[in-house]
């Protein structure tokens, strides 16, 4: 199993940008593909963007294209999430988790069980 502790969240204007962080300990971080969800108050957990084990592949929820970037430091067991052109309803908490990385299931959590999560929130 791989332990994932998520930072970086915050309080943002509408147009602002936040960076988060998810750092992994225990299994070796590079075997896994990664991504990142979110679930805003009343909401189910959606998918927002999975990296592969290099990070030399990316895929986006259609909402986050263009805004958000995944990227992945594997030397330092970290992944990032880079976010601009916030908007409201980007608030939500922010989780990250291993993925598989085929077309099928890429999009869902590898594990059931979350971290702690980091808070998003944007204001109008």
């Known amino acids: 199993q791989v332990q994932l502790v998520e930072s970086g969240g915050g309080l943002v204007q509408a147009g602002g940008s936040l960076r988060l962080s998810c750092t992994a300990s225990?299994?070796?971080?590079?075997?896994?593909?990664m991504g990142w969800f979110r679930q805003a108050p009343g909401k189910e957990r959606e998918f927002v963007a999975a990296?592969?084990?290099?990070?030399?592949?990316?895929y986006y929820a259609d909402s986050v294209k263009g805004r958000f970037t995944i990227s992945r430091d594997n030397a330092k067991n970290t992944m990032y999430l880079q976010m601009n052109s916030l908007k409201p309803e980007d608030t939500a908490v922010y989780y990250c988790?291993?993925?598989?990385?085929?077309?099928?299931?890429?999009?869902?959590?590898?594990?059931?069980?979350w971290g702690q999560g980091t808070q998003v929130t944007v204001s109008s």
């Open positions: 990296i592969s084990y290099s990070g030399g592949s990316t």
């Open positions: 225990g299994r070796t971080f590079s075997s896994y593909a």
């Open positions: 988790n291993a993925v598989s990385w085929t077309i099928a299931t890429m999009t869902s959590p590898l594990y059931d069980y």
